[in-house]
């Protein structure tokens, strides 16, 4: 059973292009999570989902960022029109349900020149 | 809501002197607490974590921490530290097993 795994794991992209950050989650897992650590700062939570189902995006800035799990695939964090601010690392941990543990892929780390 | 406060945001300790990493948390709920542990440009990995029953928990590496409900607190703590427990140490708190909001996080240095 492979961990959580995120892709890509490094990331460029010039101010005003899109980035697309995804995360496949464990098998059997239907909860996931983003968070954003940004340099020197902790993790900043983002977003919960479940298949197909936004559950809390009271972490998730108001513009620019989305986050979806559909059915089928991967969970894809979308960043329209970065901006230099938008570097950070992207984290992303899946969980089989509710009261089991979460666990963590490798990150995303995303640079805006 | 839940919130966890790191005291500290480095610590820095000689190599075999105790290490002590802050947490108190705000939860409406008894909490569940963890611990992760982060080296450079790594993921994340679990330490410990305290979901109910004994309040001294026991994780890898020779860590441990111990929930206090009283001083809605949850220290990491290690007798002896070593040159390889130098990373980042991030404190959690959730209501439920993984829901979890971190703390800002406690960079760790180890000297020689």
């Known amino acids: 059973n492979a961990g959580v795994m995120q892709n890509p794991r490094h990331l460029v992209r010039r101010r005003g292009q899109e980035a697309r950050l995804r995360c496949s989650p464990m098998k059997g897992h239907s909860h996931v999570y983003w968070y954003r650590q940004l340099p020197e700062e902790g993790l900043k939570f983002m977003v919960y989902l479940q298949k197909e189902n936004i559950i809390d995006e009271s972490g998730m800035p108001k513009e620019r960022f989305s986050a979806e799990f559909p059915k089928e695939g991967p969970s894809i964090l979308r960043i329209q029109q970065v901006v230099r601010g938008d570097s950070a690392a992207y984290f992303c941990a899946s969980a089989e349900g509710q009261n089991t543990e979460a666990f963590f892929g490798q990150g995303t780390r995303l640079t805006v020149v | ?112």
């Open chain 2, 1 to 112: 809501a839940q919130s966890v406060t790191q005291l500290g945001s480095h610590v820095s300790v000689s190599e075999g002197a105790l290490v002590l990493l802050r947490c108190n948390y705000s939860s409406s709920v008894p909490p569940y607490l963890f611990w992760y542990v982060q080296y450079p440009n790594q993921g994340l990995q679990l330490l410990l974590k305290y979901t109910t029953g004994a309040t001294l928990v026991k994780g890898i590496n020779g860590f441990e921490a111990e929930f206090k409900k009283s001083e809605t607190s949850f220290h990491l703590t290690k007798p002896s530290a070593h040159m390889s427990d130098a990373a980042e140490y991030f404190c959690a708190v959730s209501e439920t097993n993984n829901d979890m909001r971190f703390g800002a996080g406690t960079r760790l240095t180890v000297k020689p």
